[in-house]
């Protein structure tokens, strides 16, 4: 009994590490999109924000993010174009990473240029991340089986996750023996690496959503406002939950450091713990889900989450920095049963004849929607002082929440009313 015990777990090993391996090439993709996105806008807010600079211009500095929220603009070339050499989807992810990579080494040499030069080749580098991100996902929906995305979804926050730790946690940690070339070119050293293992993937044929070849022509040549129309509903949902979340989490290193946290604390919290939490949480809420069901998963991540709001109240109010510190990690933990559902969802309502436009637009213009307020809330934050702020959070995030798990449940019950 106990001799044969240990073939079966090592069969059972081998089994799992062969069923992970197709998604090495999407994870490594994916840890260069946290690298490259955390180490160009990251640690900049921190560390500015130690330096004195206001609230309101720290907040600025979002707009390194704003491709994010608009790949919807350019996504329907990547739908219909097909670059020379790769495959339609591979060939956009080698391009668009390339790119990245040559803009990195640019940036790198630009250590003494105006601030404005170096925030545009942020943002372009941004551009070129996030369009690689976009044929990513277009990939994901057209070739991976419906019932194994949770599994797609997992990987790219764990390798997103991964990826905050080396661009914010390692590179900025060691932006003083590395010096801002060294940094620069360390990032575009991990881009380069990571384009390889999707290059040496064939790209199977896309799965499709059914329907005549007519209409799926019709889809792909329409534009995406007529996309947006058709999607208008799910757009604001996840716009309201990605708005939400930020206003009640996302300026809490912020807030850390007007409490008195070091930027030492600061930075291992955002930089390490942060993405480390993430990692962790994804690779367990598949499972989780599985287990609980994908709403109920939600709405306990979503109770964690107003939890840590009010300790950031109390903690605020009271000067309480370590309170401040427990909050934020709560929040991370919390928050981390939300992503894989979340995106896991954004791949079942982008499935059709145009997945990269219908994901840009999910994903992307509801990150843009969400944007100004992103740019507002430290300001908003200097005016009426972090426990006001907090508290006129809380509100906010559990009517999104809501709503997106009113959006999810339907789909899951239309899901099983088709089958």
């Avoid at 777990?9 to 993709?29: E, S, W």
């Avoid at 997992?154 to 905050?164: F, I, N, Q």
């Avoid at 979503?302 to 950031?312: D, H, N, R």
């Amino acid at each position: 009994m106990t001799g044969s015990a240990g073939p079966a777990i090592g069969t059972r090993v081998i089994d799992t590490l062969a069923g992970l391996r197709p998604l090495a090439p999407f994870f490594c993709l994916y840890v260069t999109f946290g690298a490259t996105l955390g180490f160009l806008s990251g640690g900049a807010p921190l560390i500015l924000r130690a330096r004195g600079v206001e609230l309101a211009e720290v907040g600025l500095l979002q707009l390194i993010n704003l491709p994010v929220g608009l790949t919807f603009l350019w996504a329907p070339l990547l739908d219909r174009l097909r670059l020379p050499f790769f495959s339609h989807r591979t060939g956009w992810i080698a391009a668009a990473q390339a790119a990245s990579v040559l803009l990195l080494v640019v940036l790198s040499l630009g250590e003494t240029w105006p601030l404005l030069a170096l925030l545009a080749l942020a943002i372009a580098a941004c551009a070129c991340v996030a369009t690689m991100d976009i044929a990513l996902e277009a990939l994901v929906v057209e070739t991976v089986p419906a019932e194994r995305r949770a599994f797609v979804a997992s990987a790219k926050l764990c390798g997103a996750s991964l990826g905050g730790i080396l661009g914010v946690g390692v590179l900025v940690g060691s932006y003083d023996s590395l010096g801002w070339r060294g940094a620069a070119l360390a990032c575009a050293a991990l881009d380069a690496l990571c384009l390889l293992p999707i290059l040496g993937c064939g790209e199977a044929h896309p799965r499709g959503a059914g329907g005549s070849r007519a209409g799926e022509d019709t889809e792909r040549w329409s534009g995406s406002l007529a996309r947006l129309r058709r999607l208008a509903g799910r757009v604001l949902v996840l716009g309201a939950y990605f708005a939400a979340s930020y206003l009640v989490a996302g300026p809490n290193a912020l807030a850390l450091l007007d409490l008195g946290a070091s930027l030492v604390q600061v930075g291992t919290l955002t930089g390490t713990v942060l993405p480390a939490v993430n990692l962790v949480m994804a690779l367990a809420a598949g499972g989780l889900a599985a287990r609980f069901g994908t709403v109920r998963l939600i709405l306990a991540g979503a109770l964690g989450v107003l939890a840590s709001g009010g300790l950031m109240v109390v903690a605020c109010a009271g000067r309480m920095a370590d309170l401040g510190i427990a909050a934020a990690v709560l929040s991370f933990v919390a928050g981390g049963f939300l992503g894989v559902p979340v995106f896991n969802m954004i791949y079942r309502w982008a499935q059709g004849p145009r997945p990269a436009t219908d994901y840009a637009l999910l994903f992307g213009a509801a990150f843009f929607a969400a944007m100004p307020l992103r740019v507002a809330a430290p300001a908003v934050a200097g005016w009426i002082g972090w426990p006001g702020y907090f508290a006129a959070t809380l509100p906010l995030y559990a009517a999104a929440v809501a709503w997106l798990a009113v959006a999810v449940s339907r789909t899951l019950r239309a899901d099983g009313a088709a089958r």
